[in-house]
């Protein structure tokens, strides 16, 4: 069952109408992937009001802490661009190379990325980042709905995955679904 508000107000959404319980999310974010992958598909062939989808998404990321939450950083990878990493060296007081040979690894796709540990990213600390001020770029944007290049729905093929563990995007592709009176699988 879709997560709803009882004004149906998507933009509106108080703390209490949304879904938090990171359980819960992966669970329903799982179940929902289909459905998530068809309005996607929507998404890219109708002409959405990018406008208020950011409004909605902004809505819904002021009232959760990702501070609180850092499921992103346990399950997701950062990537990281040069300039990352020489703001990340002059804030650990050592040089980009040193950098770059304690901190980064490749991906499959040899992309420079943090190094991850049994807790996610190297940086985790609890909830914490502990570089938080100088954290990559990809970081300070995430997830990507309010802040990121391109148009939300040029977007959409990574929420599909967030929304089974970032509390935001879940909560703002169902208040996107209610916007756009999307038809939802039954």
């Known amino acids: ?29 799982e179940k929902l992937r289909a459905e998530n992958e068809r309005f996607r598909r929507f998404m890219k062939s109708h002409d959405v009001p990018e406008r208020r989808l950011r409004k909605i998404a902004e809505a819904i990321q002021e009232q959760i802490d990702c501070t609180a939450c850092a499921n992103c950083c346990r399950v997701a990878t950062a990537e990281v661009t040069e300039r990352d ?40 600390n609890g909830t914490e980042c502990t570089v938080y001020e100088a954290r990559p770029a990809t970081c300070v944007d995430y997830p990507h709905l309010v802040r990121g290049s391109g148009s939300i729905a040029s977007r959409m093929w990574q929420f599909i995955d967030r929304a089974s563990y970032c509390p935001i995007v879940f909560n703002s592709l169902e208040a996107f679904k209610d916007h756009l009176r999307f038809r939802r699988s039954k």
């Open 1 to 29: 069952m879709p997560v709803t508000c009882g004004n149906r107000l998507a933009g509106k959404r108080r703390l209490e109408d949304m879904l938090t319980d990171l359980g819960e999310i992966r669970r329903r974010g």
């Open 85 to 124: 990493v020489e703001k990340l060296a002059r804030h650990l007081n050592l040089t980009p190379a040193a950098f770059r040979a304690q901190y980064t690894a490749r991906d499959d796709d040899q992309t420079l990325i943090l190094r991850r540990d049994e807790n996610g990213c190297v940086f985790l």
